[in-house]
C-alpha cells in the first residue's frame, strides 16, 4: 500500500510569532453542518463535508494516508467491506495535510485548494462579477455557478470515472490509478484520439502504445468511424452507451433504478459496474478487454502473463522470464530485471525455447519468409536483440521472424502457437531452462511512516503576549532588513556568474520567458488540448496582452535547463513566413514549454478531413510548406531536420497560408558535414510518412524530410492518408489500402504525370472538373521524385520549389 506522509518544516520563533498574530484576524466563514452548496467567502475544512440533495454523493476531503486527503465525490453510503467508492478527485497527484488545509471559494469566483494554509495545489482559475456558489447535485456532477448558470463542472474534468449521462470528450480523458491503495495517476487512459477514434492507450516511462480496439487493426475494420467533428461518449441511466465513433455497448443488467459507474482500472481495463443496493457491492456489468493478459505492460518489462485457467483466460498472474528477477514485489507493473550481464558477442550467447508465447511490439526489424537459422544469426548479430518470434504466416506458408528490442507485453496462451526464443547467456542456458520465477504481490499489514506531531495550537490572546509579537515583529523587521542587505549584496555578486545563462534565449532570439503561473492560467490550467503528439501536447491559451497562443507542454521533462535553452534557442533563431512563430518559453522546476502563435484554421490534417480544401488553396499550400522546409534545410544559420513532416504538423493561417510546426523532433545537422547525421539514438515520425531509412540503418539526411512531404503531397492529391481506414465515393480504396498510398498512386500514374485519365483517377472525389489538370501533373511528379527509396534520387526541397513555380 502506497502511503502519503506530510512534514512542515520547523518554523523559526519570527515566522512562528507573526503567524500567531495572524491567526488572530476572523477566519474564512467555514461549514460545519451538512450541506448541498458551499456559498461565496466560504471555505470546507478536512471535517466538512458536502451531501447531495437525495443523499447519493458526498463530496469533501478524503483520506489517502497518514494525514494526506485529496478533495474528493463519492457515493455517501459504504460498500460491504467498509470502503468508499470515490468518483472524482482534484488533487489525485498532490494531497494536502490534514490540518490547516481548505477549499475555498473567493469572492473573485475562484475555488482553490490549499495546503495546510500556505500554498495552493489546485483551482478552477474562475473569474465572476457575480456571487457564485458550489453545489453538489443529486447527479453526482459539482458544479461552480448562480442562477445564470454554470462557469466550471466536475463532470467537465472526470479523473478515471464516468457517471451517467456524464461525457468523455476530446478535451477530456479517464487515467487510471497507480493501484488500487494509490490513487495517482497509473499508465493507462480512455481517450479519444486524433482521428477521433475512442481508444486505450498504455504510456509509462518507458513505452507508450495503443492496446485496443486491436491496433494492427484500421479503424473500418474494428467497426469504429472517424468522421465526427465533435467526438464525445457517454453512457445513459439504464446503462446503454454510445460513442461517436460508432463504439456502442449494453450493460449485462440493462435497465433503469441502478446505480453504474464506468471506471478506467488501474489493471488497463474499463469496467462497467453496478450496484448491488441490497449487498452492499459493486458487480461489474460490463468489461472491454475479456483476455487482460493482451493489456500492455501489465506485467511490466521481461515478464510473463499467464492465466491459471488457460482455456478460460482467467485468473491472470505475472512471471519472471527465466534468468530474470522481480524489481519490486509489491508492485507487477515494474517487471523484471536480468540477473546476468548481456553480452553483445554472439559467441557468448544462447536462447531458450518458450512455447506458446509471444511478445507485442518493438520489433527491430521484421524478416518475411525466413528460415530458424537466419532468424537466430540475425538476433545474435544486433546488441539490441533481446529475443525472437519465429511465427508462421499460414495464408503464405512460411516463417516469419521478429526480433525484439524491448521485452514487454508479454503473454503466453495455447492459442499461440508458436514459441518465443529468449536470448541468455550459453553459459547459463541449462541452469535457467527450466527456471520460472513467479510474482507474488507483497503488500506490509502495517506501514512503516512515521508522523511528526504537527498541531496547530491557537494561544490565548492576552495583552504580554500581544505585546511580545509586536515587539518580535518590530525587531524582527529590523533583522530582515539587515538580512536582506546582506543578501542583496551576495546576489549580485552570484547574477553575474548566472547570468550568461538565465538571458541566454532572450539574446539569441528576443522572445519572452513565461512563468509557469503565467502559462496556467492563461490556458485555464491546460484545460483546452488542440494537438497531440510524440514530444508533448498543446493546449489554447490567451496571454496578458489578449493574443491568443498556442502552449506546447513538452513531455521529455527531465532534461536540463541548460540543454532545454539551447534546444529552444534553435526555434527562436527560425524565421520565416512559413514557418511557426515562437513567442516564449517556460523553463521552471521539471515544466518545459513552449509558446506559438495561434493558427485559427487549424491543420492541413483537419482541414482535409472535412473537405474545406479546394484545389488552389491545396497547391498553395504545398508551395508555402515547401518553402518552409527549404529553409530549414538550407537557408538559417543552422541545418534543422523536421524529422516528423505529416498533416498534423502543417498549420494553416486565417488566409489558409501554411506554416510548418512542431520542431520538438528536429536535430540540428552540421553544414560541414554535408547534411549527414547518422547519431539518431531512436526512430522518429509518424507511420505511413517516414522514409525508408528509417529502418534500413542508412545516414539520415534532410532527404527523410523531402520523402515525407512527398506523402503529404499525394495525400492532399488524392484526399487518402496512407493509413486510411477508407474514402467514401471511392472505389478504389481497398486496392490502395493493401499496397500503400505511395504504391498504388505510382502505378496508376505508370510514371507518366501528364496522364489526364490516369490523374482522374487518383483524384480527390471534392475536386474532380474543379482543379487544373497541368499544375496538378507537375504536383504529382514531383511528390512521386520526393517518395523514391534511392534517398540520392530525390530532390532537395529548394528544387521542389522550382518545379512547382518554374519561371
Not at 533583522?479 to 550568461?500: A, D, G
Request: charged share 20%.
Amino acid at each position: 500500500m502506497i502511503n502519503y506522509t506530510y512534514r512542515l518544516m520547523d518554523t523559526p520563533i519570527l515566522i512562528l510569532l507573526i503567524s500567531l498574530l495572524l491567526s488572530s484576524l476572523p477566519p474564512l466563514f467555514s461549514i460545519s453542518s451538512p450541506h448541498d452548496t458551499l456559498p461565496a467567502s466560504s471555505s470546507l475544512s478536512v471535517s466538512d463535508v458536502l451531501i447531495s440533495a437525495n443523499g447519493i454523493f458526498s463530496a469533501g476531503f478524503h483520506s489517502v494516508g497518514k494525514n494526506a486527503y485529496c478533495f474528493s465525490i463519492w457515493f455517501t453510503e459504504r460498500t460491504s467491506d467498509g470502503n468508499l467508492t470515490v468518483v472524482w478527485m482534484a488533487n489525485r497527484n498532490q494531497p494536502v495535510n490534514g490540518k490547516r488545509s481548505k477549499l475555498s471559494l473567493l469572492k473573485s469566483g475562484n475555488l482553490i485548494l490549499t495546503d495546510a494554509a500556505q500554498f495552493t495545489v489546485w483551482s478552477t482559475d474562475t473569474k465572476s462579477l457575480s456571487p457564485l456558489q458550489l453545489q453538489l447535485l443529486y447527479t453526482g456532477n459539482l458544479i461552480l455557478g448562480n442562477q445564470n448558470g454554470s462557469i466550471w463542472e466536475s463532470f467537465d474534468s472526470p479523473t478515471d470515472t464516468l457517471l451517467p449521462n456524464q461525457p468523455i470528450t476530446r478535451n477530456s480523458k479517464l487515467v487510471s490509478s497507480r493501484s488500487y491503495n494509490n490513487f495517482s495517476s497509473g499508465f493507462y487512459s480512455l481517450f479519444f484520439d486524433y482521428d477521433n477514434v475512442l481508444r486505450l492507450l498504455f504510456d509509462d516511462a518507458e513505452a507508450s502504445s495503443i492496446y485496443w480496439p486491436d491496433p494492427w487493426l484500421n479503424s473500418w475494420e474494428a467497426g469504429r468511424t472517424t468522421y465526427n467533428n465533435s467526438p464525445t461518449a457517454a453512457f445513459s441511466s439504464s446503462g446503454y452507451f454510445r460513442s461517436s465513433d460508432n463504439f456502442r455497448f449494453k450493460a449485462s443488467d440493462y435497465g433503469i433504478k441502478v446505480w453504474r459507474r464506468l471506471r478506467m482500472d488501474g489493471d488497463g481495463n474499463v469496467r462497467m459496474y453496478s450496484l448491488d443496493e441490497e449487498r452492499r457491492i459493486w458487480r461489474v456489468s460490463w468489461q472491454v478487454i475479456s483476455q487482460p493478459c493482451k493489456i500492455h505492460g501489465v506485467c511490466g518489462p521481461n515478464a510473463m502473463c499467464n492465466y491459471d485457467h488457460p482455456r478460460e483466460n482467467t485468473g491472470r498472474r505475472c512471471s519472471c522470464l527465466p534468468g530474470y528477477k522481480a524489481k519490486n514485489l509489491t508492485d507487477w507493473s515494474l517487471g523484471c530485471e536480468p540477473e546476468f550481464n548481456h553480452s553483445c558477442n554472439a559467441a557468448e550467447s544462447g536462447f531458450i525455447k518458450l512455447p506458446h508465447v509471444e511478445f507485442y511490439g518493438y520489433d527491430i526489424k521484421f524478416y518475411g519468409n525466413c528460415t530458424y537459422e537466419r532468424c537466430e544469426e540475425e538476433c545474435l548479430q544486433s546488441c539490441r536483440c533481446y529475443g525472437f518470434n519465429f511465427r508462421y504466416d499460414g495464408d503464405k506458408g512460411y516463417y516469419n521472424c521478429y526480433r525484439k528490442s524491448l521485452l514487454l507485453n508479454g503473454y503466453r496462451s495455447p492459442t499461440f502457437g508458436d514459441p518465443f526464443y529468449l536470448r541468455l547467456p550459453k553459459a547459463s542456458v541449462t541452469l535457467y531452462a527450466n527456471r520460472k520465477q513467479e510474482i507474488g504481490l507483497h503488500c506490509p499489514p502495517t506501514t512503516q511512516n512515521l508522523l511528526l506531531d504537527r498541531g496547530y495550537k491557537k494561544p490565548k490572546q492576552n495583552g504580554t503576549l500581544q505585546f511580545m509579537v509586536w515587539f518580535a515583529s518590530a525587531f524582527g523587521g529590523f533583522e530582515i532588513i539587515c538580512i536582506c542587505f546582506v543578501w542583496l549584496l551576495l546576489y549580485k555578486t552570484k547574477q553575474r556568474s548566472s547570468e550568461n545563462t538565465q538571458s541566454y534565449l532572450q539574446v539569441v532570439s528576443g522572445f519572452r520567458k513565461f512563468t509557469y503561473a503565467e502559462l496556467k492560467k492563461a490556458t485555464r490550467n491546460f484545460r483546452e488540448e488542440i494537438g497531440r503528439g510524440g514530444s508533448g501536447i498543446v493546449y489554447k491559451g490567451v496571454l496578458s496582452d489578449s493574443r491568443v497562443a498556442a502552449v506546447k507542454r513538452l513531455k521529455e521533462a527531465n532534461q536540463g535547463e541548460a540543454e532545454f535553452l539551447a534546444e529552444a534557442s534553435i526555434i527562436g533563431r527560425v524565421n520565416h513566413m512559413n514557418l511557426i512563430e515562437i513567442w516564449g518559453y517556460c523553463v521552471e522546476g521539471n515544466h518545459r514549454l513552449l509558446v506559438y502563435e495561434y493558427m485559427e484554421c487549424g491543420s492541413l490534417g483537419g482541414n482535409l478531413i472535412s473537405g474545406t480544401l479546394d484545389w488552389e488553396k491545396r497547391f498553395d499550400i504545398a508551395v508555402g510548406s515547401a518553402r518552409g522546409l527549404a529553409y530549414l534545410h538550407e537557408e538559417c544559420l543552422e541545418w534543422v531536420l523536421h524529422c516528423d513532416v505529416k498533416p498534423q504538423n502543417i498549420l494553416l493561417d486565417t488566409k489558409f497560408q501554411s506554416k510548418v510546426a512542431d520542431f520538438g523532433l528536429s536535430k540540428l545537422v552540421n553544414r560541414g558535414g554535408g547534411g549527414k547525421n547518422s547519431s539518431f539514438s531512436r526512430v522518429r515520425g509518424t507511420r505511413g510518412y517516414m522514409a525508408p531509412e528509417w529502418i534500413s540503418n542508412l545516414p539520415i539526411t534532410s532527404k527523410v524530410d523531402v520523402y515525407s512531404y512527398g506523402v503529404v503531397m499525394l495525400e492532399m492529391v488524392t484526399g487518402k492518408s496512407p493509413m486510411t481506414t477508407g474514402d467514401q465515393g471511392s472505389g478504389n480504396t481497398g486496392e490502395m489500402e493493401q499496397i500503400g498510398l505511395v504504391k498504388w498512386v505510382r502505378e496508376k500514374m505508370n510514371g507518366n504525370g501528364e496522364n489526364e485519365l490516369c490523374l482522374e483517377e487518383i483524384i480527390d472525389p471534392v475536386m474532380k472538373g474543379k482543379c487544373d489538370l497541368r499544375k496538378m501533373g507537375i504536383l504529382v511528379q514531383v511528390a512521386l521524385e520526393c517518395v523514391k527509396e534511392d534517398k540520392d534520387a530525390r530532390p532537395t526541397m529548394s528544387q521542389v520549389i522550382e518545379r512547382l513555380l518554374p519561371h
